[in-house]
Nanobody, 116 residues
Framework: QVRLVESGGGLVQPGGSLRLSCVAS????????MRWYRQAPGNERELVAA????????TYADSVKGRFAISRDNAKNMVYLQMNSLTPEDTAVYYC?????????WGQGTQVTVSS
């Protein structure tokens, strides 16, 4: 079955960096767009970044443009989110997501906390 597992979260100081990873299984990873979402306490889940199946044209939320970078390695079934210049407003649980034949699959999430 489809499975997504995120990792790489943690506690980081403002201005720091983290790299999140998501390993996928149970579907043909290389043929699907992958997305990162985040959800802060009291907020709705929001789209952070997306990358199409072959890479290339990525999209970002305005709040992370120029600071975050999404990438993927289709040989390893991995999608990454490089996060730089982190601020406390980036504190959230980060999830990867895929839509396989009309069904949305989510990982369990990884907590990112930006605090001094």
């Amino acid at each position: 079955q489809v499975r997504l597992v995120e990792s790489g979260g943690g506690l980081v100081q403002p201005g720091g960096s983290l790299r999140l990873s998501c390993v996928a299984s149970g579907f043909t990873f290389s043929t699907y767009t992958m997305r990162w979402y985040r959800q802060a306490p009291g907020n709705e889940r929001e789209l952070v970044a997306a990358i199409p199946s072959a890479g290339g044209s990525t999209t970002y939320a305005d709040s992370v443009k120029g600071r975050f970078a999404i990438s993927r390695d289709n040989a390893k079934n991995m999608v990454y989110l490089q996060m730089n210049s982190l601020t406390p407003e980036d504190t959230a649980v980060y999830y990867c997501r895929v839509n396989v034949r009309g069904i949305f699959y989510w990982g369990q999430g990884t907590q990112v906390t930006v605090s001094s």
